[in-house]
């Protein structure tokens, strides 16, 4: 009869050997592919891309089918971009609208969480204002504007408060949606550990929401930049400084088609942008780190 330590040990190893299999089950095979690949991997297919729509363009233009008032060349659109850039006000241009963006983002995100945890966890809260916040997800930001100049004047807080309107609502069901997937048991658990309120959302909540949260996010962040466009291409005011949307409205009013699209790319470009410096490495590290997405 083998001895009762021996039997402990064999129990234990076994008992580890689970476990470690467990583990190995939750983590990612595939090895991280090279930098070069990678970058080839994000950025090759949207230049592909965009050579074709240039290259459908210039043929377009070429057949004449429209006048060049309405379809310019793709040179002279890229003559006005480069004019921006040779005197250097695309960069005024740029930030003006980009540190609202990300100023009112920021904001939203600040609001958003505190009003997220709420509605998904207190119920007469989610009764409430839940289908306000739908609503008001659904509603195009450019509705807000009238009402915000009327309210607020041609300043800076117009602005931001159609931003605000535009993207927190996208924040918060997004937080909603990623707190009513967690498993109960987690919450449970936290609670028998003896983690309070303030903790449990702290420490099990958001991180167990944490992919509906980015995607929510995502979201918001893409709702406050076409609200930031609504409210420059409408509220204009030299005391507001030339952004993107006042850049777009000059172009317009001026009966400058390539100056309209060149705003038009300008918009995308840092839309995009955004969106794979910012958003889409974040949102792959969090798939990866639950084994939900392998690594790019």
């Known amino acids: 009869m083998p001895a009762p330590e021996v039997v402990s040990d064999a129990q234990s190893a076994d008992t580890a050997a689970v476990g470690a299999g467990l583990d190995a089950l939750d983590t990612p095979t595939e090895a991280r592919k090279p930098v070069l690949r990678r970058v080839l991997a994000t950025w090759l297919p949207p230049l592909i891309a965009l050579g074709l729509f240039i290259g459908v363009w210039q ?16 040179l002279a659109v890229w003559q006005e ?13 740029v930030w003006v609208s980009l540190h609202r963006a990300v100023l009112g983002f920021l904001t939203s995100v600040v609001v958003a969480t505190p009003l997220g945890l709420l ?4 119920p007469v809260v989610r009764a ?14 450019v509705a807000w504007v009238p009402a915000a100049v009327l309210w607020f004047g041609l300043t800076d807080t117009t602005i931001y408060f159609v931003v605000l309107l535009g993207a927190i609502p996208s924040i918060a069901n997004g937080l909603v949606s990623g707190i009513d997937q967690v498993p109960p ?6 609670q028998v550990m003896g983690a309070g309120r303030i903790d449990s959302a702290r420490l099990i909540l958001l991180p167990a929401a944490l992919p509906g949260y980015i995607a929510g ?9 076409r609200s930031l466009m609504a409210a420059e291409i409408i509220a204009t005011s030299p005391q507001l400084g030339i ?17 309209v699209i060149a705003a038009i790319f300008l918009i995308l470009l ?27």
Do not use: H
């Open 59 to 74: 043929a377009v233009w070429a057949s004449a089918i429209y006048p060049e008032y309405q379809l310019p060349a793709p």
């Open 81 to 93: 971009f480069a004019g921006t850039v040779v005197d250097g006000s695309i960069w005024g241009i």
């Open 119 to 122: 509605v998904a966890k207190v």
């Open 128 to 141: 409430a204002i839940g289908p306000l916040l739908a609503g008001m997800q659904s509603l195009p930001s």
């Open 185 to 190: 048991i987690l919450p449970r658990v936290g």
């Open 217 to 225: 996010c995502k979201q918001g962040w893409a709702f406050s930049w």
């Open 243 to 259: 952004g993107l949307g006042a850049y777009l409205k000059q172009g317009s009013d001026f009966n400058s088609m390539p100056g």
């Open 270 to 296: 840092v839309g995009v942008g955004v969106e794979l410096l910012a958003f889409r490495p974040l949102e792959r590290r969090v798939l990866r780190a639950r084994g939900l997405a392998t690594a790019p």
